[in-house]
């Protein structure tokens, strides 16, 4: 059985390859990078083949005053897809397959950035 995290560290380990901050959970506070990705998931279920939609949030600094960066996030978004959709490994404890759900573009008034959602499907199946 494995939990959240496993699936968590798995997409963090797959996005470090390219980007270079990467946080999961959330941002901390005392930071303020102009780009940088959250990953988090939503609750794991349980079973042999365990499921959870995982989000790796893409943000970045607007360009102007309410004024997304859509040529970076329209970039990133899917750079992010081709790093994990259709990502497979197998292990000796269980096999990760990551599938592309969806992606969104929301806008992040406290900060003055805009980022991706791009939620995938995680699968672990347990041996």
């Given amino acids: 059985m494995e939990i959240t995290d496993t ?3 798995k997409v963090i380990d797959l996005l470090e390859e390219v ?4 946080y999961p959970g959330e941002k901390p506070t005392s930071e303020d990078p102009d780009e940088y990705i959250v990953v988090n998931a939503l609750p794991i279920g349980t079973g042999v083949m365990q499921q959870c939609d995982v989000n790796a ?3 970045v600094k607007d360009i102007g005053e309410g004024v997304p960066d859509r040529e970076k996030l329209k970039a990133n978004k899917k750079t992010i897809i081709s790093l994990l959709d259709k990502y497979h490994s197998e292990g000796d404890q269980f096999n990760i397959l990551i599938d592309f759900k969806f992606e969104k573009t929301e806008k992040e008034d406290a900060h003055d950035e805009h980022y991706a959602n791009v939620r995938f499907i995680v699968r672990i199946i347990n041996k």
């Fill in 7 to 9: 699936a968590i560290d």
């Fill in 19 to 22: 980007y270079p901050i990467v």
């Fill in 57 to 59: 949030n893409y943000h």
